[in-house]
Every structure is written in structure tokens, then in C-alpha cells.
């Protein structure tokens, strides 16, 4: 069985579903603080805080754990920026606590969300898992903390204990079947808040910031659907158990298609798919943003032999709209 934590949010309820597919079972924990119980349609669920150190170990004792697939987590960068501390707590104090009792059960296998938001501001397009780590908000930074503790502990520590760290870009998209979708309560990501403005639930799509050094002025992002990243996360829980398994460097991976879009271009993408116009107003930049990140995935492509599905954007959106309108 794996423990999905977070398995209730976007990314996590999406990789619940694949991995039943492929005849695993799950329990997911999850406090429910951002996710939602009806996005938890297969497996065992158990409401917990990972911060509840005893309530976790009772779900390791109880259930045969293989492994981890840790979501759970903070991951709105503004936000960070305005509560770093919130960011440090929930996501490096608390994953520290959730390996501790890992570590005491001899659970050895764990999968991380992790984010491209620990390059910072890249210096090379596209960005391979060489680039210079340097975050530049304290949502990228308490991600890459996690990551040092993972190689530490794998190097230093139990020899035993295997890690892959998933640097994912723009994850976004639905359920192609249509079950499960992105849903966050408030929504910051950009194409849920273009597709509210679709279905009037907001008036209007705030551009944060037109005077980037890009060829619109906005910033560029790679989106990748959320269904390529959780085929991802299987192939890389069974790299773990494979001879070619390799903890320098080679067990970390980019997840992204390779191209970019601004803004603007997710704008248009988004009013060609749902055939509705979305007004838009410009705001100054979002603290924290870089101008520019493009994902090079060669690696996960080579070492996991992922093959992203759902490549193009209009086809991510679709997917996305699907989703979106029938929650309105
Ligand atoms: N963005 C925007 N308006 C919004 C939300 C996002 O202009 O209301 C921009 C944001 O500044 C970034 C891009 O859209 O450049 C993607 O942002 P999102 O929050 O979706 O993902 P992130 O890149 O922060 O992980």
C-alpha cells in the first residue's frame, strides 16, 4: 500500500486515481485544510495533520505502507512571501516529522513533490536539474530544504532510504474521464482563475505585472498536465526499486513539456477554448515570480521512460474546462 499524503488536493487526488489504475492501493492522509474529501474517490482515507506526530504513526502501524508519496503542502508563492514562517512549518518541519516516522517503521521509499521554483531566477532556458538552485520565495525555499534533507539523510543516513524528488512546473489540467479536477479555496493559479471569468463567477483575469523581459512583457511558464505528472510519480516510485537507481543527482527530475506561454498567451488559449472573451486588467508584478521558467525533461524522459500524453496547451485547457464548468 502507499500513503498519499495531500492525496485530497489537485495534484495528489490525480496521482490516487492513476495509481489505482495501475493496481496499487493507497490510504491517503490528509487534514483537509485545502483539499477536499470528494476529490478522495479511491483507497482509504484518513483525516490527519502531519503535524500530528502520534495520529501518523497509528496509520503506519496500521496499514502495510510500502512507501510515501508526499503532497501535502503549501504552494501558493505569493502567499509565501506575505507568511514565510507558514511555509517553513508546513512544508520542511512537517515532512521532517513525516520521515522521522517513516525512519521508525523502516519505510524506505518516498516520492517528493517538488517544484521549479527552486532555480529561482534561471540563467539558462530550458532549465535542467544542474541549474544553480536559488529560490527567490520562501515557497521554493522550504521546498529545496526538503530536498537537501532527502539527499542527507539518503547519503548520511539510512542507507536503505530511497528518494525522488519531482521538480514539477506549471502542473495543470483535469481528469481527462472527468472525476477530479483543480479546485483550491482562495484560487491563485492562473488558468482556474481565467476559466472563473469564463463562467462569470469573476469579472475579470488581473495580469500581475506587463513589463517583463519577455516578448509580451509577461511572464512565461511551462504547463504541464496533471495527468503526465502522475504517470511521472508512478515510473519514479518504481525507479526506487530498480538497478539503475542512482541517489547523485539522477533521482531527481524535471516535469515539464519544454515550452513556453505567457500570460497573455494562456489568456488567448483559454478564451479560443471556451469561446467566450476574458477581460483582463494589468497589475503590478506578484513578489516572488520569476520572469521565465521552461522545463528540459530529457531526464525523466531517458531515466523513467515518462512520455508526456497531453503535450498541448489547448488540449490541457480543454481538459481543464471540462472540469471547471461543471462546478459552477
Ligand atoms: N498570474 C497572473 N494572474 C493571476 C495568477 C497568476 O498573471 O491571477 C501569473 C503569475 O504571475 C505567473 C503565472 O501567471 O507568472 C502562473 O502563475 P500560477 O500562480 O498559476 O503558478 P506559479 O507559476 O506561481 O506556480
Known sequence: MILVTGGAGYIGSHVNKELHKEGYDTVVLDNLSYGYEDAIKWGEFVKCDLADTEKVESIFNKYDIEGVMHFAGFI????????????????????????????????????????????????????????????????????????????????????????????????????????IGERHNPETHLI??????????RDNISIFGDDYDTHDGTCIRDYIHVADLAQAHIKAFEYLDSEKYSIDGENIFNLGNGNGFSVKEVVDICEKVTGIEIKKEILGRRDGDPPILIADSMRAKNTLNWNPQCTDLEKIVESAWNWHKKQN
Open 76 to 179: 501558493s508563492v505569493g502567499e509565501s512571501v506575505k507568511f514565510p514562517a507558514k511555509y517553513y512549518k508546513n512544508n520542511y518541519k512537517n515532512t521532517l516529522s513525516l520521515l522521522k516516522v517513516m525512519k521508525n517503521n523502516s519505510i524506505n521509499k518516498f516520492i517528493f513533490s517538488s517544484t521549479a521554483a527552486v532555480y529561482g531566477n534561471p540563467y539558462q532556458v530550458p532549465i535542467t536539474e544542474n541549474h544553480k538552485l536559488n529560490p527567490i520565495n520562501p515557497y521554493g525555499k522550504s521546498k529545496l530544504m526538503v530536498e537537501l534533507a532527502l539527499e542527507r539523510e539518503s547519503k548520511l543516513g539510512s542507507p536503505e532510504f530511497k528518494y525522488s524528488a519531482l521538480r514539477y512546473f506549471n502542473a495543470s489540467g483535469a481528469d481527462i474521464e472527468g472525476e
Open 192 to 201: 482556474p482563475l481565467i476559466l472563473d471569468v469564463a463562467t462569470e463567477k
